[in-house]
């Protein structure tokens, strides 16, 4: 063939249409648009989301208490003076100490939002590139993408200034490190992880023994410098505090979510109705299989093919882990505690996803059948994030948030404007309540208040552990629920007094003297009043030795 026929074979060639390389190139460009945008259009919804509601969480104000109190220099403690660990992520608040004195102490939960939304968005890309790794295509990894930004634990705490963004940041980086055998700057994502939480450690250990398995020995060299970084925040923690762990697990392991002990039926069921029903909830009650089905298929996927890849075990096996981590600690039932277990879960779903719609196309072998079952997908996803999922969040959320507003930083404020500035109030919610009061806090959950715990433990019971801590502890003002005086009902359960002389020598020794009602009850129920107590000028309770041998202890 003459050189003309070759050219002109090539140019009747390039003439009848792309090549192959050129329609690849074209679709993962169209990809990474339709990723970009999908990256932006959830950015834009947390935004306005924030600016809507105006979300601050109660848990963060007590980070941007400790944060507050180490950038102006007064140390890492929620009471000046009291050297208590009671901040779970020691990372979050010495970052935002640093920022806070660059910034401004006052800009603080300004900056907070500011950096855990970032953290949160750029965990969107990272969830991609992890799913793209587990073999899913790019179309299903958008779709995950997408779960993401439409789940509204996620997005809540994001924007609410909680550290969970952060936590989740630091999860989905260490995993797309870890699958690349980057293992050094992975186990390092894990390091800061673990000072972001504690119970990061989990996450840890089950990437380090995923890791020793994949390499088939015990992997020394990688864990040198996460070591390194955890050393020194460990020898702090001992020397400044005399403790390693926060005292809060322990607060919140007397206080306890349990009924007849960990073992009881009762207690198995109401966490596994929590726990459970909450990773299996998300598409909600009516679509509960269009949750199941695509984790039972993803799991199936990841298990089936460990050998191949022993780090897809982690998405299936962390949930089973940290679920019995809050369950043997006795965990709150939070919400935010579940989204790393619901990050997980996202992952299986859209690993799920990909497998029902490869399953459907080879039922269906047509041209159009994949791209007719993808866009299924999508509209499926889009239609039950916004009209279910997140159906009145809005709303909602405004209207708690106004609650928040409305009461807990109301009554901050007054006492801050209203009390001596070395008065002791008493009160369960330190969040709002201790950032904007700036008073001594004796917390009657123990978080902050190691005492308390001690009290809480030679307790019998709830309504004991209240006399007690009014006895040893002296508050000079109390914060209480409405109900709890009123209805005599403690707030964590049981009657507030449990005999007259209980009851007596709170009215002897307590006046109340300001009511706050939230505006929009119907969203608090009986936790919408509050009432703020003050010790009557006089009075004063008999000495701490005297209230354990009243109370039998």
């Known amino acids: 063939m003459s050189r003309y026929a070759k050219a002109l074979m090539m140019k009747t060639m390039k003439n009848c249409g792309p090549s192959q390389h050129d329609v690849a190139g074209r679709l993962s460009y169209h990809y990474m648009l339709l990723l970009g945008l999908t990256i932006c259009a959830g950015a834009a919804w947390w935004l306005y989301f924030r600016l809507y509601t105006d979300i601050m969480l109660e848990d963060a104000l007590i980070t941007y208490r400790y944060a507050s109190n180490i950038a102006m220099g007064k ?35 300004t900056i907070s939002f500011i950096l855990l939304s970032s953290l949160g968005i750029l965990t969107g890309p990272l969830n991609y590139l992890i799913l793209r790794q587990l073999d899913v295509s790019r179309f299903t990894a958008i779709v995950g993408v997408i779960l993401f930004y ?97 005292n809060t697990i322990e607060a919140k392991r007397v206080i306890g979510n349990t009924v007849g002990g960990i073992f009881s039926y009762h207690t198995a069921c109401a966490f596994g109705e929590w726990y459970g029903w909450t990773l299996l909830l998300y598409f909600g009650k009516k679509l509960v299989l269009c949750t199941i089905l695509p984790i039972a298929a993803g799991c199936r996927r990841l298990v089936s093919g460990w050998r191949a890849l022993p780090f897809g075990l982690i998405p299936v096996l962390f949930p089973l882990a940290y679920g019995a981590f809050l369950y043997l600690g006795k965990a709150p039932y939070f919400p935010w505690y579940l989204l790393p277990a619901i990050w997980c879960s996202l992952l299986l779903i859209s690993m799920g996803f990909e497998e029902i719609i490869r399953f459907c196309v080879k039922v269906f072998p047509r041209p159009y059948s994949a791209p007719l079952f993808r866009g299924v997908l999508l509209a499926f996803v889009v239609f039950v994030l916004f009209f279910v999922h997140n159906k009145g969040i809005l709303d909602h959320s405004y209207k708690y948030q106004s ?39 004796v917390d009657f959950a123990g978080l902050v208040s190691p005492r308390v715990v001690d009290i809480r433990k030679r307790s019998r019971s709830n309504a004991e552990a209240f006399y007690g801590i009014l006895r040893t502890l002296e508050p000079d003002y109390l914060v209480l629920r409405s109900f709890e005086v009123d209805r005599n009902m403690h707030f964590h359960g049981g009657p507030l007094f449990e005999n007259r002389e209980q009851r007596a020598f709170f009215m002897d020794h307590y006046g109340e003297i300001k009511r706050f009602i939230a505006p929009y009850p119907e969203v608090w129920g009986e936790y919408a009043g509050l009432v703020i107590y003050k010790k009557k000028t006089g009075s004063r309770p008999e000495a701490s030795g005297s209230v354990e041998g009243r109370t039998g202890r």
Request: aromatic share 12%; net charge positive.
């Open 150 to 246: 439409g789940n509204r634990d996620i997005m809540i705490t994001a924007v609410g200034g909680m550290e969970t963004p952060l936590v989740l940041f630091l999860m989905a980086l260490s995993y797309y490190f870890l699958m690349g055998r980057r293992y050094t700057p992975g186990l390092v994502a894990c390091a800061a992880l673990i000072l972001t939480r504690i119970d990061g450690v989990i996450w840890a250990a089950l990437v380090f023994a995923v890791m020793c398995l994949r390499e088939k020995r015990v992997m020394i060299k990688p864990v040198i410098l996460p070591a390194i970084i955890l050393a020194p925040w460990f020898i702090f923690s001992w020397a400044y505090f005399g403790a390693l762990l926060p």
């Open 403 to 441: 609650n928040e507003y409305s009461t807990r930083k109301t009554i901050g404020l007054w006492l801050r404007d209203n009390t001596p500035p070395g008065s002791a109030v008493a009160m369960e919610a330190i969040g709002y309540q201790g950032y904007y009061s700036n008073r001594r806090i």
């Open 75 to 109: 140390g890492f403690v929620y009471n000046q003076g009291e050297r208590v660990l009671g901040s779970t992520t020691p990372l979050l608040t010495l970052l935002l100490a640093l920022l806070g004195k660059v910034f401004g102490v006052v800009n603080i939960p």
